[in-house]
Nanobody, 120 residues
């Protein structure tokens, strides 16, 4: 049974930083691309960072230069470092796993989400 467990969310002031972690189990972690999605109230879920099984990364323009995704295959963990946070970054953040190399496309497994709130 695949499990993805996020941690590290919370309340932060605008301009601050947070680091999210996602611990994966029940899968061969090194064979999966990993991603971080977010969903704000009333908005669609969006991919904010992806990392391939080989370590290549993807970011949309909205977070490029502020967010950094990384993975530690020895710990079966993926991270999202978020800097220069803005109120618009407020959302529930989800970790996701995707079979194969590419960090974009349909994801197969999802975590339960962690709330990130950025105050102005």
């Amino acid at each position: 049974q695949v499990q993805l467990v996020e941690s590290g969310g919370g309340l932060v002031q605008a301009g601050g930083s947070l680091r999210l972690s996602c611990a994966a189990s029940g899968l061969t972690f090194g064979n999966y691309a990993m991603g971080w999605y977010r969903q704000a109230l009333g908005k669609e879920r969006e991919l904010v960072a992806g990392i391939s099984s080989g370590g290549s990364t993807y970011y949309p323009d909205s977070v490029k230069g502020r967010f950094t995704i990384s993975r530690d295959n020895a710990k079966n963990t993926v991270y999202l470092q978020m800097n220069s946070l803005k109120p618009d970054d407020t959302a529930v953040y989800y970790c996701a796993a995707r079979r194969g190399w590419a960090p974009t496309g349909r994801y197969d497994y999802w975590g339960q989400g962690t709330q990130v709130t950025v105050s102005s």
